[in-house]
């Protein structure tokens, strides 16, 4: 360990898994705490959609990674990581959800109360679809956990900090009932949900 490593990294996933490509920060998360053993100094965080409730965590790390889904304007399923500086501005520059424009403020407060984390890496996908209400994550999305995984396992490298194969647990990542499995393969079929809307209130025109 080096003098440039940082003493407490959070590693936040946000995102609301109730609108499909939106929950892959979460899932990054709970992807991360099945796969590796994180040391001491490192807290792994299902961040959802707490917005400034997320703040008390940014204000005691010294070095932050994000999970997000982000509309960057790219092709979908498209990774992009930003660090830093650019971080808050990617964060609200184009915002798919409350979630985003909570997560901002939170860096903005934790900036103005001088206890922004020094460093800050962003790993984000660009959505597939939002717009399905209790669905999961699609192909391309989710194909980029993995490669998410191993850019966030590189930085922490960078910063002297070594993460063994093994598994994390903790009250801060999600509840078993939520995990990507059992939601998704516990969602209704289309007529059993009436996801397309209810014909007593929305009649089809002859």
């Known amino acids: 360990m080096s003098a440039n490593t940082p003493d407490r990294v959070l590693i936040l996933g946000i995102g609301n898994v109730l609108w499909a490509d939106e929950g892959f920060g979460v899932r990054c998360i709970e ?13 792994l965080l299902d961040g959802g959609t707490q917005g400034l409730y997320l703040l008390p965590f940014l204000e005691e790390a010294d070095a932050l ?14 990774m992009k990581i930003v660090r830093d500086a650019e971080v808050p501005a990617f964060m609200g ?8 424009t909570g997560f901002q403020d939170v860096i ?5 109360l001088d206890r922004c984390p020094s460093r800050m890496t962003l790993i984000g996908c660009q959505p597939v679809e939002l ?3 209790g669905g999961g994550l699609r192909a391309e999305v989710a194909a980029q956990i993995e490669p998410a995984l191993q850019v ?21 990542l999600a509840d078993p009932s939520i995990r990507r499995g059992v939601y998704e393969a516990g969602r209704p079929s289309e007529g059993e949900a ?5 014909d007593r209130f929305f009649p089809t025109v002859a």
Request: charged residues 20%; proline residues 7%; hydrophobic residues 40%.
């Open 152 to 172: 966030a396992l590189g930085e922490l490298a960078g910063w002297g900090i070594a993460v063994r194969p093994g598994r994390s647990t903790g009250a801060d």
């Open 93 to 100: 520059a184009k915002k798919m959800s409350l979630h985003q």
């Open 65 to 78: 990674i994000v999970f997000d889904a982000v509309d960057y304007g790219l092709p979908p399923g498209t």
């Open 31 to 43: 992807a991360m705490a099945d796969r590796y053993a994180v040391p001491p100094q490192v807290r």
């Open 108 to 112: 903005a407060t934790a900036q103005l």
């Open 131 to 133: 717009e399905d209400y």
């Open 194 to 198: 009436c996801r397309l809307g209810d």
